[in-house]
């Protein structure tokens, strides 16, 4: 039998998903004085976006890139244990499921959270129940979401949070999040309050299911940046579960220099996602208000998007077209949106991607086209040139070798350290 080892190491990179987190409002604060003059008023913890994990369907028609469908499309009597890293941390936090694409009810029988201590383990000291409206269990509609209630449980920033479901009747699997570049962890029974789980392979997952959305409640000011993009956002080619996709990176980054307002940085990406046509999710021009916009507190944007556009059609999807004045188009519409709800736009260029299968000659004059609009762009509060820092110098269509990995799309961890530290963090400040 395969080792955990060797499976982790094989399911490391996919190989190229709908959701939107909705507004969350703050809560009004407490009423309150004394006599001569009244009392300070405590001000009430509002709901910050800390994470996020974009649903897409497993079942969608992907079989041009040999994606077999998934082996099972249900969990029963069965637990599953999910890792979601943290930005921001707090008191109390709360989390979104969704059903977006089950063919029936989603049963959710118990769900309780903890601190992981890495592989699938727990501190049992910090394991608490999660309720919705008062009640352990729930059972999302076809197409619905549900918020938890909020959950006492204080979490550092940059923590982890161990989220183990358990589903006793028939649980429809095909809302997920394909490729987490994250491992999870499955069980029979219920041992959601079990110290740890099970490592063999055939235990192990890489995609989030339901689990669409984690808030944390805090006082006082705090910035949330939301990272939206496909997968050099979604971080494939990093290792797996070792949480070096570049919005990590930059996250950290902004804890380790302190000062300032705290700053929660998450992550939108979608791999396979495109601006111009659904599959791998819900078409970028649609989701961007849901998976942007509705991040609760959200108050900046980094969007680098476009590289499948230009590449699935002349690979692989013939039929749907794509222009380097569409994706201007979209980009365009995306930066309008954002800047009319108050939020500042960062734009990313498009990285290097000669060497990969689904380069060509005029892919490559189109991304340089959007590029050069990127960079000309007088919009937004400025531009990222992600382009820049990883291109070979020697031949600037390909990533350079020491950033590069195998698949040349994507890059490795050191490019995307390169790619969050070439972010200026006073930006957010």
């Not at 804890?255 to 700053?263: D, F, I, M, N």
Request: aromatic share 8%; with cysteine; hydrophobic share 40%.
């Amino acid at each position: 039998m395969q080792s955990a080892k060797t499976w982790m190491r094989t399911n490391r990179r996919f190989v190229l998903s709908t959701l939107g987190a909705l507004a969350a409002g703050g809560l009004a604060g407490c009423g309150g004085g004394g006599s001569g003059g009244g009392a300070a008023v405590p001000e009430e913890a509002k709901p910050v976006g800390t994470w996020l994990g974009v649903l897409s369907d497993l079942q969608e028609d992907v079989r041009f890139l040999d994606i077999p469908p998934p082996a099972s499309t249900t969990f029963q009597d069965q637990t599953l244990r999910q890792t979601a890293h943290l930005s921001l941390g707090g008191e109390q936090v709360r989390i979104k499921f969704g059903n977006l694409y089950g063919r029936a009810p989603l049963p959710l029988a118990r769900v309780r959270v903890a601190l992981s201590t890495g592989a699938g383990t727990v501190d049992v000291a910090t394991d608490v129940a999660v309720t919705f409206q008062g009640r352990e269990s729930v059972s999302i509609p076809v197409g619905g979401e549900v918020w938890s209630d909020k959950v006492a449980i204080r979490v550092p920033d940059g923590g982890n949070l161990a989220v183990s479901v358990y589903v006793r009747e028939a649980a429809d699997s095909t809302s997920a999040h394909r490729y987490a570049n994250a491992v999870q962890y499955l069980a029979a029974g219920d041992v959601s309050s079990a110290a740890s789980m099970p490592s063999a392979p055939g235990n192990l997952r890489t995609s989030w299911y339901w689990m669409s959305a984690i808030d944390v409640y805090r006082t006082g000011p705090a910035r949330v940046v939301v990272a939206f993009g496909d997968s050099m956002t979604d971080g494939n080619g990093s290792t797996l579960g070792a949480d070096q996709r570049y919005p990590d990176l930059l996250s950290a980054r902004l804890r380790k220099a302190g000062a300032g307002v705290p700053v929660s940085v998450v992550n939108a990406g979608l791999g396979g996602n495109r601006w111009l046509h659904d599959r791998f999710g819900l078409k970028g021009v649609d989701r961007f208000r849901r998976d942007v916009l509705g991040v609760s507190g959200v108050t900046h944007a980094i969007v680098q998007m476009g590289i499948n556009d230009i590449g699935f059609q002349l690979a692989w999807t013939p039929d749907e077209k794509a222009t380097a004045a569409g994706l201007i188009a979209s980009l365009s519409g995306a930066v309008a949106t954002a800047k009319a709800a108050g939020i500042q736009v960062y734009l990313a260029t498009l990285t290097p991607f000669k060497g990969h299968v689904y380069f060509s000659d005029q892919g490559e004059e189109m991304r340089q086209a959007v590029n050069a609009w990127i960079r000309a762009n007088t919009e937004v509060a400025g531009v990222f040139d992600f382009d820049a820092v990883v291109r070979d110098p020697a031949e600037p269509a390909r990533i350079l070798a020491a950033y590069r990995d195998a698949d040349s799309l994507h890059v490795n961890d050191l490019g995307y350290v390169r790619m969050a530290e070439s972010i200026p963090l006073d930006r957010f400040r």
